[in-house]
């Protein structure tokens, strides 16, 4: 009896003494982590205490998503009322509404002209390799001329069958209900969440004027009044389609012609306002420049909205590699002063013999705007409601300049101020992965929507989108450059996987755990979603020790 308590107390003091040397190594451990990071005060993890203070981890300042977004009980009112007055059979409507919704996010930007001669060229040379295409000093007679014609038809032929045919939507009545019913919902969530994190991050801007460009059914300007109400005085709309701009009215006024605006200084207008003086201190280009017929279009139009913001410039697309990558085309070219078409191929669009601003409103209107009809939903006929022209006069105090040429004074310069927390090129285009960088917002789908079933009984539904928030002026040295979570945040026991972007412009698959990053960093990144800022990361390491550890897919 006395051998085993002996053996038993010998047991217990080895444990006591264990856990005594372990917690010494834990204390002079947790000791050269922070004399190591009070060696690296630039870096964001050293500081991760301090960045929490007494805020709980839950609620650390880098969560930037929103939870599920429900419309305004007024524009669902008005919205339902709207559908009473037309008496649009509803079974018909949401057929309607399931069909351009799918069209709009399976849409692709127009093939350009050097895409299609560089296809045909292909073809044909494989044709000529099988004999059935000569040379022009072999064809003699007529006969064998007559071949080759029948040849060079098949050639093109084949080349629109391999390429995307593009076609503009004919923005009537019957196509607006459609996109109100089936499409509007997600966009309003989209909207709502990019301007949600700017008015987050920057609780200071209170914007005074709003500019929305391509407005459609006008769900900017709702999401817009539902976050800065008070502040805004004045909303400019701008779609060339009436009917869509009718339709956003009815819907402002609550469903009733003769109702009460939502706001009383709401103007709608088919065309751009002629005068680049005047300025709007927040422009929303939303589920526009897909719309646009070609690159060397939507890049003018991206420069005139520039140009017309005095601050935050916003442009949404759907969450698509095409969507992203006309964000990215967007972004460039604020950045740059020039835009990527179609991979190899570049122009600089500030080059005054690609865009010709000379011309007058009355020749701006004959040439870029074709005349609407109601027709039906898809047509030939090049015509969309998110697609006005400006006719501004070139103003050379607002064109943004190429990042490898001196910067002015007179010239304000641009950075990105969302969702990327830096200005080099996007990392996503650069592997060639073709994964988009998207973003998605649930949403509550309102009683008029048609919701497919599900078998896990969640009636909320998602919009994935893309998007960037650009700012004039140059980045602060104090401004905030948290990595954003990129990708869904996969929680395991005891550790968590983040997909990040880095401020380097480099992606990073990083796993978290407690005990080698601690627990506050820990918890930050166990509560956070995809789309938010993780603060504190990278932690104690260097910028080279991070950009060696990054992964570029």
Not at 197 to 206: D, T
Not at 208 to 221: C, E, F, I, N, R
Not at 256 to 281: A, C, S, V, W
Not at 520 to 527: E, F, K, Q, S
Request: a neutral charge; hydrophobic letters at 30%; proline letters at 7%.
């Amino acid at each position: 009896m006395a051998a085993s308590i002996t053996k038993k107390h010998v047991l217990l003091r080895f444990c006591w003494h264990f856990r005594v040397a372990f917690a010494q190594h834990r204390f002079k451990t947790s000791a050269v982590v922070q004399s190591s990071s009070q060696q690296a005060p630039g870096l964001a993890g050293s500081d991760i205490v301090d960045i929490l203070g007494n805020t709980k981890p839950k609620k650390h300042p880098g969560k930037l998503h929103v939870k599920t977004v429900r419309l305004p009980e007024r524009l669902v009112e008005a919205v339902e009322t709207t559908l009473q007055r037309t008496g649009a059979p509803a079974n018909q409507l949401k057929q309607n509404a399931t069909y351009l919704t799918n069209y709009l996010w399976s849409r692709k930007r127009p093939v350009e002209d050097a895409e299609v001669r560089r296809k045909a060229q292909e073809i044909a040379e494989e044709y000529t390799q099988q004999g059935l295409l000569q040379e022009e000093e072999n064809l003699m007679d007529e006969k064998a001329r007559i071949q080759q014609k029948k040849v060079e038809r098949k050639v093109m032929k084949k080349v629109q069958q391999q390429l995307y045919h593009w076609q503009p939507v004919t923005w009537n009545q019957a196509t607006g209900l459609a996109y109100l019913v089936g499409k509007a919902p997600g966009v309003y969530a989209a909207t709502y969440r990019v301007l949600a994190e700017l008015s987050k991050r920057e609780p200071k801007f209170r914007p005074m004027t709003l500019m929305d460009y391509g407005s459609g059914a006008g769900m900017t300007v709702w999401a817009a009044h539902t976050i800065w109400g008070h502040w805004l005085r004045e909303y400019s709309c701008f779609d060339t389609s009436s009917s869509m701009n009718d339709l956003a009215e009815l819907l402002l006024r609550g469903g009733e012609e003769n109702g009460k605006l939502l706001h009383p200084n709401i103007f709608f207008r088919q065309y751009e306002l002629p005068n680049p003086n005047i300025k709007h201190d927040l422009v929303v280009c939303a589920y526009s420049l897909s719309e646009q017929p070609s690159a060397v279009q939507r890049m003018r139009v991206v420069r005139r909205l520039w140009r017309k913001t005095s601050q935050f410039l916003v442009i949404v697309e759907n969450g698509t590699n095409e969507g992203h990558k006309m964000v990215m085309e967007a972004r460039d070219l604020v950045l740059s002063g020039k835009a990527s078409i179609r991979g190899t191929l570049t122009e600089d669009v500030l080059d005054p013999d690609v865009e010709d601003e000379s011309a007058g409103p009355d020749q701006s209107q004959s040439s870029d705007h074709p005349q609407l009809s109601d027709q039906p939903l898809l047509n030939d006929q090049p015509q969309s409601s998110d697609q006005p022209q400006s006719s501004d006069q070139p103003q050379s105090s607002d064109q943004p300049q190429s990042s490898d040429q001196p910067q002015s004074s007179d010239q304000p310069s641009a950075h990105v101020f969302s969702p990327c927390p830096h200005d080099t090129s996007c990392p996503r285009l650069a592997d060639n992965s073709r994964t988009p960088c998207n973003f998605q917002q649930s949403y509550q789908p309102p009683n008029f929507m048609p919701v497919p079933p599900k078998s896990d009984g969640n009636s909320s539904l998602f919009e994935t989108f893309s998007y960037v928030v650009l700012r004039k002026g140059q980045r602060s040295e104090e401004s905030i450059r948290w990595p954003r979570i990129v990708r869904p945040v996969l929680r395991r026991p005891r550790h968590v996987h983040c997909r990040m972007c880095l401020g380097n412009g480099q992606l990073q698959d990083a796993v978290l755990t407690g005990r080698k990053h601690g627990k506050p960093l820990y918890r930050c990144a166990r509560m956070s979603e995809w789309g938010d800022m993780l603060p504190g990361w990278p932690p104690i390491e260097t910028v080279e020790d991070v950009a060696s550890a990054s992964d570029s897919e």
